[in-house]
């Protein structure tokens, strides 16, 4: 193929008054699209309550459809849905081009960006899934010859094999899946023993989590106007000024009607997320459709088990806001943190913040131990580690420390003199 794919979008407006939400969800399946590598050369949304069972939409609307994308030259017409396996082989037919859905679209997109090992079994995990329920009779799922969205991934070879060995390969990817998800929740445990506070960064796709982590922890992770940009976990260490610790980690972001499939999938990723002493939601405070995507991220969460985990909301891309804009942010959420990552606008606010939610704080307290016990020793290294010693005596039966400890180690670290 030469050149960008040129796409044409689908959606519908399943209410007159929902015309905006749908312009705007049709909006961001362009950014999808272009995310995948197409170009966006027509948008058609038909206004119906429901998709219509046979072709999504009516049949003189998908005739019209056919022939404005040959007009247009398309090579692949993307759904705003989940079409099912019978729809797909009726409008491919009907319009004689690629058909490509919603999810189908969202996964080939992470099939580009993944890049580590785990994420790459993630991604054809969630694809097999996708695709077993519409290998059978299905002969449009299956003409994918010539590249393109929707060809990548699971090859071609493999896709005209029959659902029993998609299964084994399915049973395969699972298995060294949960291998990855029991070493992550062993290194997990060892952080947690050493008690180095974790927060995890997350947020709608775009929202500038990994520009927030790159100004946290001074690191250079790719950032970019693109969907989906970080798929695989990082984490990192960041020193407060006074030589405190946490880690930060960045992770995935999460769309609205994120594919089920990539959601199970990506569970040993979003896990770590689930197991943070604190979640730092970002949100695009710029964005016009804000609450629809804050929604969006807190029903990933909750699908993943982190809703327990002290959360705090931070609106990023304050210096994009008016000063009215800003106003009416700060009258409807009065204790909103509104900060900039990429001018370091609110930043101090923001650590202190954070530093005050995990009980970072410090207390001067005077700990005890006995010379003679390994354990207590070890204990000594550990305060050595997580606290600031002020004063070490050691006498022959005792030593004691006067240290000034993160609030949330008290009575971890050792005996209180
Ligand atoms: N104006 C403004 N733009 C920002 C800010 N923070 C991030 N951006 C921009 O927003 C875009 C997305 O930023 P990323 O940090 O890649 O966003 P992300 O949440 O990691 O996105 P994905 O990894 O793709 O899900 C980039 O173009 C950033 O430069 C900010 O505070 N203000
Ligand atoms: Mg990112």
Redesign the pocket.
């Known amino acids: 193929m030469t050149g960008p794919e040129r796409a044409a979008l689908v959606g519908l407006i399943t209410h007159r008054a929902r015309r905006l939400e749908a312009e705007r969800s049709l909006d961001e399946l362009a950014g999808l699209a272009q995310a995948a590598g197409a170009d966006v050369v027509l948008r058609v949304l038909q206004e119906r309550p429901k998709p219509d069972p046979s072709t999504f939409l009516g049949s003189g609307k998908i005739q019209l459809l056919a022939v404005s994308a040959t007009d247009t030259a398309v090579d692949v017409v993307i759904f705003d849905n989940e079409l099912t396996p019978a729809q797909l082989g009726q409008i491919a037919e009907k319009v004689g081009l690629r058909i490509v859905d919603r999810t189908q679209l969202i996964l080939d997109i992470f099939a580009r960006r993944a890049r580590t090992r785990e994420g790459k079994l993630q991604v054809e995990l969630a694809q097999l899934k996708y695709l077993l329920p519409r290998l059978v009779g299905s002969s449009a799922a299956l003409s994918r010859l010539g590249g393109g969205i929707g060809t990548r991934g699971p090859g071609e070879t493999k896709l005209e094999t029959d659902r029993r060995r998609i299964r084994t390969r399915i049973h395969v990817i699972s298995e060294d899946i949960e291998q990855v998800r029991k070493r992550r929740s062993r290194v997990r445990e060892r952080r947690h023993k050493a008690s180095v506070p974790t927060v995890a960064?997350v947020?709608?796709?775009?929202?500038?989590?990994?520009?927030?982590?790159?100004a946290l922890t001074r690191a250079e992770?790719?950032?970019?106007?693109?969907?989906?940009?970080?798929?695989d976990p990082l984490i990192r260490q960041v020193r407060l000024p006074d030589s405190r610790e946490l880690l930060v980690s960045?992770t995935?972001?999460?769309i609205d009607r994120l594919p089920h499939a990539l959601v199970a999938a990506f569970r040993a990723t979003l896990e770590e997320t689930a197991d943070a002493d604190l979640v730092l939601h970002?949100i695009?405070a710029?964005t016009p459709d804000r609450d629809r995507r804050m929604n969006a991220v807190r029903q990933v969460l909750e699908e993943v088990g982190a809703l327990d985990v002290p959360m705090l909301e931070v609106y990023?891309?304050?210096?994009?806001l008016t000063p009215d804009e800003r106003r009416r942010l700060q009258d409807q959420d009065p204790s909103a943190l509104c900060?900039?990552?990429?001018?370091g606008?609110g930043m101090d606010e923001l650590l202190e913040t954070i530093t005050s939610r995990l009980a970072l704080d410090v207390v001067r307290v005077t700990l005890t131990f006995d010379p003679d016990s390994a354990g207590d020793r070890e204990r000594i290294a550990r305060v050595y580690r997580h606290a600031r010693v002020v004063l070490h005596e050691t006498r022959d039966d005792q030593v004691s420390i006067v240290a000034d400890v993160p609030r949330r180690l008290l009575g971890r670290l050792g005996p209180l003199a």
């Open positions: 960064l947020g709608y796709t775009n929202a500038g989590k990994t520009t927030l982590f790159n992770a790719e950032t970019s106007d693109a969907l989906f940009v970080t798929l960045d995935v972001g999460f970002v695009d710029a990023n891309k304050c210096d994009a900060i900039s990552a990429l001018t606008q």
